[in-house]
């Protein structure tokens, strides 16, 4: 009896030195990811994007979005709705909210349901992360569309200088503009009319309007189907 209970605990002793080591070569075998200063081989776990504050359905399609990398000296950044296609790059902020996600550009679809988003970012030396081999930073989300009801010129009213040049964008949004709704940019007609400056394109979501040598206020227009929206342009003395 005395010789079977020393084997037992004996045998419970070399399972417990067993395990020790077992541990303790998983331990050695775990590598923590880290950051090197050219931005090319580390691995990063903590790079994210995510929408900021709501973790439900999105019904705004440029929802606010919260971003971060662990990568040194990122200057810019850029997004796609399907990892092939991306928009221009933008500056790098934590918080961005002007990337439609449903437009039907850079990937994106003109429609309701699950998104995927991604993001990838550019540092002073022009150096872009993550590569196509690398894990992407990207987040998914529920995305229901809401009922066009408006559209809207962006900005509405602005002052240039003769022979100035001034961006517009058209943008669509539900009932009482709680939410952006995408538009077809190919269905957006601009038009002047007070027939003075210049509009380039006449179609698509943004144009480009060049005020004349005429001091005044000019308007310009834009018209989706049945919908329409405008804008005033004050051109001032120098």
């Not at 990838?120 to 196509?132: E, L």
């Not at 559209?151 to 961006?167: L, Y």
């Not at 009319?193 to 005020?211: E, Q």
Request: proline residues 4%.
């Amino acid at each position: 009896m005395i010789r079977i209970q020393n084997f037992g605990k004996l045998f419970l002793i070399f399972l417990f030195i067993m395990m020790l080591l077992f541990f303790s070569a998983c331990q050695s075998n775990f590598a923590i990811p880290s950051i090197d200063e050219n931005n090319e081989t580390s691995i990063n776990t903590n790079d994210y994007i995510m929408i900021k504050g709501n973790n439900g359905v999105i019904k705004d399609c440029t929802p606010e979005f919260s971003i971060f990398t662990e990568k040194l000296n990122i200057v810019s950044m850029s997004f796609s709705g399907n990892n092939i296609n991306w928009s221009d790059w933008v500056d790098y902020n934590e918080n961005y909210d002007q990337f439609n996600i449903a437009n039907g550009l850079y990937g994106t679809e003109m429609e309701s349901g699950i998104k995927t988003i991604f993001v990838r970012f550019k540092d002073i030396n022009g150096v872009i992360f993550p590569q196509n081999f690398q894990e992407p930073v990207c987040c998914e989300f529920e995305y229901v569309m809401q009922e066009l009801f408006s559209i809207r010129i962006e900005p509405c009213e602005v002052e240039v200088k003769p022979g100035g040049v001034q961006d517009f964008v058209v943008k669509g949004y539900d009932h009482f503009a709680e939410n952006e709704v995408p538009i077809d940019g190919n269905k957006i007609e601009w038009s002047k009319p007070c027939a003075v400056g210049k509009l380039t394109p006449i179609s698509g979501l943004k144009t480009i309007y060049t005020a004349p040598e005429i001091i005044g206020c000019w308007n310009i227009s834009a018209n989706y189907g049945t919908l329409g929206t405008g804008a005033k342009v004050h051109v001032l003395e120098e």
